[in-house]
């Protein structure tokens, strides 16, 4: 018998799902294309034609996208122009940081709609200090119901410093904690995100690739059940983009990660470069996002973007053919 609060790794199945009959009939497939006809419930589309494609014309319901690069990438900035792009649209959304904390994402939130490298940077003279902080209040106000919005979509991280007894500690955050807020804001949204793995415990009481296993299975469960399309941000190792490796082996953790997933991107920031891209022009960029794995797109396009040197906004170039 294991412990209380820790993972008996020696659970039996009862049922043996292998060789089952298919769920539902022909009956409620044809139910499930009228309501796809009728426009419930679409995809969520990127705000990038080309990458939309890519990926089998937006996000899919029920599905597991993985944003993957290394540290320092950009990922999250990517994520932010997702999430900025689907609040203009009127789709809910979550989030669940586990760096940095709400006020921050607020902040670069403001970067990104205002393309301002400025609402993210901090003073160095006083003279800087008074001219950005005009600049973050004005922008602030100009924007403050979107604040007041993102505040109900970020959650905080709850990996911050708390007050314990009269210390400041720093709890951990365990897969099942992280697994179950997929699962509920599966019922309230039609995208929850985790920004990144790395900060998620996974080794409670056994190896933690067995913790990344069950819980990709807890994820995938939860994501089909309430429709809900979970993106996860994960870390990359640095040779990456330097060897011909297979993107999908860069990525650290179990590998059930990316066999779970239907979707794998990865990003690579790197020096200017100019790659051709599809149409017969020329693509000045610093970033690279290849689609590692889709299952209802193009495993394998290499896709040229940048950053805006004004401000955190991607900008999407072409097919690098």
Known sequence: MAEKGAIDWNITETWNPVGREPDGTPSALRR??????????????????????GVGNGLAPGNITVVAGPPGG?????????????????????????????????????????????LVSRPCTPVEAEHLGRTKLDALDRHADLVSDLYRRVAENPRLPVTVGGRRVVYDVGWRDVAEFLRTEGGRCRLAAVDPLSQ?????????????????????????????????????????????????????????ITRLAHNVLTLVRHDERDSQVAGGTTARHAVTVTIAKSRNGYSGQRLAFGLDKAGPVFREYGLIV
């Open 32 to 53: 499930k294309l009228e309501q796809e006809a009728e426009g419930r419930n679409p995809n969520l589309p990127l705000p990038w034609p080309v990458l939309n494609l």
């Open 200 to 256: 998620i415990t996974f080794d409670e009481g056994g190896p933690e690739y067995r913790g990344q296993q069950l819980f990709m299975r807890e994820i995938a469960a939860a994501a089909a059940e309430t429709g809900v399309h979970a993106l996860l941000v994960a870390h990359t190792v640095k040779t990456t983009e330097k060897t011909n490796r297979d993107p999908l082996e860069g990525i650290q953790g179990a590998a059930m």
């Open 74 to 118: 950009a990922k999250s900035y990517f994520l932010l122009n997702l999430l900025l792009h689907l609040t203009t649209l009127g789709h809910p959304w979550r989030l669940l940081p586990l760096e940095d904390e709400a006020q921050a994402w607020a902040m670069r939130f403001l970067a990104v709609r205002e393309r301002s490298w400025g």
